[in-house]
Nanobody, 120 residues
Framework: QVQLVESGGGLVQPGGSLRLSCTAS????????MGWYRQAPGRQRELVAI???????NYADSMKGRVTISRDNTKNTVYLQMINLKPEDTGVYYC??????????????WGQGTQVTVSS
């Protein structure tokens, strides 16, 4: 059973920074995609940033220049460094994993979410 454990959310003032972490555990052969989505109140879940095989990255336009995603493959951990946070960045941030978990089998998993609140 694959599990994702997130940490690093919290309350921060506008212009502040946060670093989120997500560690995957369980039987993982290889990671296809690992990254972050977020969901603001009353809105659909949306992409923040992901890393793919070959360490390619993809960022939401609204977050470009303010976030950096990185991954430690030895720890099955992905990090999201966010700077210059704005009130509209408030939401629940979810870790996402698409990984090969057995021969010929891939699975998709979500973390439980971590709250990020940007407010003065």
């Amino acid at each position: 059973q694959v599990q994702l454990v997130e940490s690093g959310g919290g309350l921060v003032q506008p212009g502040g920074s946060l670093r989120l972490s997500c560690t995957a555990s369980g039987k993982i052969f290889s990671i296809n995609i690992m990254g972050w989505y977020r969901q603001a109140p009353g809105r659909q879940r949306e992409l923040v940033a992901i890393t793919t095989q070959g360490d390619n990255t993809n960022y939401a336009d609204s977050m470009k220049g303010r976030v950096t995603i990185s991954r430690d493959n030895t720890k099955n951990t992905v990090y999201l460094q966010m700077i210059n946070l704005k009130p509209e960045d408030t939401g629940v941030y979810y870790c996402y994993l698409d990984a090969k978990v057995a021969v010929g089998l891939s699975g998709r998993y979500w973390g439980q979410g971590t709250q990020v609140t940007v407010s003065s």
